[in-house]
């Protein structure tokens, strides 16, 4: 039996991760690929400094990661609702399989079913 012990704080480490993840990823392809230019979104490039550059990396790397945070805010939503149905009835701490695999699974349909209303959304909006 796999027990909430166990995973809440493996999901609070990858809320940790993906939190850093934009400001790690973006100093890493900063330091590694920084030549004193910064290239716009039209295919522009200009002189620039080593700050503004790392910015437009961190930036862009943020918009990498919104789809993961969507999904992994879903997934919490799951484990939370698993965890407080858990604790209403009167069977023991433990999950089984099938609860544990749901977390994840769960918390993905839900992600890409969020995310996909929020396309509807914009698209009506415009």
Known sequence: MIRFRII???M??????????PLLLGLASAVF????VCYGFTDGSWECTWQEYASDTVFWSALLVIPLG???????LVAIGIWLYKR???TPEGLSICFV??????GYLLGSC?????A???RLLY
Do not use: C, K
């Open 8 to 10: 809440f704080p493996v």
């Open 70 to 76: 969507i999904y992994l805010s879903t997934t919490w």
């Open 12 to 21: 609070i480490v990858l809320t940790l991760l993906l939190i850093t993840a």
């Open 88 to 90: 209403r009835t009167s």
């Open 33 to 36: 690929t920084y030549h004193g």
């Open 114 to 118: 969020l995310m996909s209303v929020f």
């Open 101 to 106: 695999i749901m977390i994840p699974f769960g």
């Open 120 to 122: 509807v959304f914009i």
